[in-house]
């Protein structure tokens, strides 16, 4: 989810710890709490600052090694010692518990994107991506903010968050039933399905769909379970030749091989350099398809430059290109 919204659910979670007797009768451990669950919930998104040195290294480790198994254990211990100090009178116990909860379900709430996470580090390195709940779901934000004006308004904030999280929940169920409906529609479109992506946006009813078979990719849209299928490519398997092998070498393109699953390949040649081109079909907007990994190399297939990431037209891609030092 979006910074946004994990930090009104932190706020929600220390709401609803006012449930736990312990941590209503004693002052020091509702506030300690409340902090350390708007801090376990933003804490694994710590690897965000990764994006400072660069896109290759933020498109290979974020939610990777900061949402895993052991990241999960630690990052609580990590809070408390900071957080316990202040307030020593706090139930350490209760304290520990509610935090531990914020961390991970920030990690749990993160597998329903599409971006998802690696939550099963160190036991496999495989991305968990449900794809039902959009990065940032305008529902979800919102019946959180309305959760929090109540509490300040003076209702009770644990079984206010009870009512609103058991809505959540309700609304989860509806999102996978709604997937499954696409799902079908997409089969029904291309009976030889090998494999599909349907990915939420912003929009209830809207999906964004990038499907293959043996010989096709196909990339679509559906609002409610009306499915259209937009572009076609055919599937051409990455060839093992010089320029392109060079180019797999690049930090940019490596990261994007990654983390992206499914995608299409360009290799242009001008009078002084080669261009390998790696475009994601999952992020269609307005025609033009944004996320891509790009290589420049010379004739002696020496890097020149390279960039991955989000560029939402040519102009702004050969400004970056030109910026990127080799």
Request: aromatic residues 14%.
């Amino acid at each position: 989810m979006d910074t946004g919204t994990h930090v009104v659910m932190g706020i929600a979670l220390g709401g609803l710890a006012s449930l736990d007797p312990v941590v209503a009768s004693n002052h020091a451990t509702v506030t300690s709490v409340l902090i350390a669950t708007i801090a376990g919930s933003q804490i694994p998104d710590i690897d965000t600052v990764l994006k400072l040195r660069n896109n290759a290294i933020y498109i290979r480790n974020h939610r990777g090694v900061t949402h895993s198994i052991p990241s999960v254990i630690l990052w609580p211990l990590v809070i408390i010692a900071v957080v316990y100090p202040f307030f020593p009178n706090a139930n350490l116990l209760h304290l520990w518990a509610w935090t531990f909860t914020a961390v991970f379900l920030h990690v749990f709430v993160d597998i329903f994107n599409a971006y998802g996470t690696q939550a099963l580090r160190p036991f496999s390195n495989k991305w968990v991506a449900l794809g039902v709940i959009n990065t940032f779901d305008p529902f979800i934000f919102g019946i959180h903010v309305l959760g929090i004006f109540i509490w300040v308004f003076g209702a009770n904030p644990g079984y206010t968050f009870l009512v609103i999280y058991a809505v959540i929940i309700a609304y989860y169920f509806l999102r996978f039933h709604a997937q499954r409906r696409v799902l079908a529609e997409v089969k029904k479109l291309i009976p030889d399905l090998t494999d599909v992506i349907i990915a939420p946006t912003m929009k209830f009813h809207q999906w964004r769909i990038a499907a293959m078979n043996e010989s096709q990719f196909f990339v679509g849209k559906a609002i409610g379970h009306e499915v259209e299928i937009l572009d076609r490519f055919h599937r051409i398997p990455v060839p093992e030749t010089p320029v392109i092998e060079a180019a797999k070498k690049d930090k940019n393109l490596s990261a994007f091989l990654s983390f992206s699953p499914v995608y299409r390949w360009e290799v242009d040649e001008y009078n002084d350099f080669y261009e390998v081109r790696f475009i994601d079909l999952r992020y269609r907007s307005n025609g033009h398809y944004p996320f891509v990994a790009v290589v420049q190399l010379d004739c002696d297939l020496k890097r020149i430059s390279s960039y991955t990431g989000w560029v939402f037209s040519e102009k702004k891609l050969r400004k970056k290109l030109s910026i990127i030092p080799s």
